[in-house]
């Protein structure tokens, strides 16, 4: 079983920066993409970014392009989102995932974390 949880949420101002991690533990997820997911308060949880396992492919959703950033360590099977001029349309429990190629996790992860709270104040 993989286990995939997630750090760093908080509440912050406008304008400001949050880092987001999340490690993984249990089966080997040598191989997996690995990205995040967001839910926002009344709506469906939607995509947010994604890195292939070898880092050379990143993808994101067009609301958070130029603002956030999806990293990974491979060495400590952990994925990392920098977040930079946060806004409050941000606010949402934020969501590591994980699978097998890149463009099927964003639409389908294999496997979820339990979810961070970042709130974004005015």
């Known amino acids: 079983q993989v286990q995939l949880v997630e750090s760093g949420g908080g509440l912050v101002q406008a304008g400001d920066s949050l880092r987001l991690s999340c490690a993984a533990s249990g089966r080997t997820l040598n191989g997996y993409a690995m990205g995040w997911f967001r839910q926002r308060p009344g709506k469906e949880r939607e995509f947010v970014a994604a890195?292939?396992?070898?880092?050379?492919?990143?993808k994101y959703a067009d609301s958070v392009k130029g603002r956030f950033t999806i990293s990974r360590d491979n060495a400590k099977i952990t994925v990392a989102l920098q977040m930079n001029s946060l806004k409050p349309e941000d606010t949402a429990v934020y969501y590591c995932a994980a699978g097998l190629q890149i463009m099927v996790l964003t639409t389908h992860p294999q496997y979820w974390g339990q979810g961070t709270q970042v709130t974004v104040s005015a």
């Open positions: 890195i292939s396992w070898s880092g050379g492919v990143t």
